[in-house]
């Protein structure tokens, strides 16, 4: 049977939105969304959805601890060839839910198991989608695609939820590790010990501290560790002190340097 016309108009009248137009209520014709969604090709449907989960693959990867590090054209290449695997394993007559486990195997490292979940589903509906289209069967292809559509939005509100767990991730591994050394306060309170010494120099490590203990945080909530982490003046106090006791430290030096002569 020869294939017929699209029987859906393509073309949708609305007013003109023209107050200097001497026609009342003249219509302008503009391109029908529906018409012109219902004429895309099967395979530039498959095509623009291997794009779209390429993209996601991309955020997944760019995430992961394990290959943040890799180049935008190096996590195309591995998506490229996770899908060109898939397919092969289909053409060699192995089911497409073992080739959607060994996926879920090959993810980097999410923190939501949603998303772990739910895209090795959509991968591999896509490529079902475009092996079919290979084949001719269209009807097959495009029910396929249908079902990719069906989770579709549950993996972009997992997505969403997967990217603020990664920041948060990130917010509290860079506040932990300045929170862990307090390396800002540090460099804080040697820069005083030598640029802000009373007149005759320091006389007791406990004055240092105390005295210094409020210029240093100060410093800590006008910078940007304090986005990082909070601490409190008596905190800062405490810490002060104790570099002051290690004998072999970069703080108890700066004192020294600066001590009363009589100590």
Known sequence: MSQTKNPLPDKHYIKEDNEASHLAGSMMAV????SAFSKLPLRERIEQFKQQLSETYLFLLNGAPETKE???????????DEYQISLDRLKDNISATKCKNIICHSLPTTHSTEV???????FMWIVCADLLEQHGFHENAWSS???????EHQLGQALATEEKLQKKAYSQKAG??????????????IDLLRNSPPIGGWKTHKSAAHELAEKVLAEHENSEHRARY?????RVETKLNTW???VNGECRAAYD???AKHR
């Open 244 to 246: 002051l006791r290690d």
């Open 257 to 259: 340097e600066n001590a």
């Open 116 to 122: 772990s979940n739910l895209f090795p589903v959509a």
């Open 31 to 34: 391109p029908d969304i529906f």
């Open 145 to 151: 695609l249908i079902e990719f559509k069906n989770i």
């Open 70 to 80: 890799l180049s935008d054209e190096a996590c195309q290449e591995r998506f490229l």
């Open 230 to 234: 909070s601490i409190k003046k008596e």
């Open 176 to 189: 932990g590790q300045a929170y862990k050394d307090y390396s800002n306060l540090k460099y804080s309170f």
